[in-house]
């Protein structure tokens, strides 16, 4: 059986392992560097990239359920996501990150297709997101992508740090059988 894939500007995803946290620790550190700068300081970029995508916390995540994929262009890996299912059925998009030198061409919303299908997949009747407030790059990619603000929030997140969120969310379309 081939793995998921989405093919767009010669984009695939595929499903990440543990095999993969190097991959996806080299990515969040590569892309956090260049899309947070100005956003929240260096400490708390520092803090959040230990907490959020240590080894042990990215294989817990992938052990409990936590789909994470692999975005792949010219067989390189450019981005990743992950995404948690949630009862009623719905979805949360933890993370939807792509390197910057590929930002700009469409690849961000092909990986949020493959996202939206995922969970269609999965009976999820919508999918929601949290996004910093001040990411207004992130922002007009999720709008495009026909998400809305639904309330704003923040997270105390440890180590003297917050979250100062959107809460973003869209109804996804039922999978219907072929």
Known sequence: MMPPSCPTQALTTRPATVDDIPVLRGLAEQIWRVAYVGIIPPEQIDYMLGWMYGAAQ???????????????????????????????PRAKLQRLYLIPERQGAGLGQAMLGRVHELAASRGASDIWLQVNKQNTRAIRAYER???????????????????????????LAPQTAA
């Not at 440890?158 to 109804?171: K, L, N, T």
Request: charge should be negative; proline fraction near 3%; hydrophobic fraction near 55%.
């Open 58 to 88: 990215i294989a817990l995540e992938i052990g409990e359920g936590v789909v994470w994929e692999v975005a792949m262009a010219a067989n390189q890996p450019v981005g990743f996501f992950s995404i948690s299912f949630q009862e009623p």
């Open 145 to 171: 992508a026909g998400y809305v603000v639904v309330r704003s929030a923040v997270f105390d997140i440890g180590g003297g740090f917050v979250m100062d969120d959107f809460i973003m969310q869209r109804a």
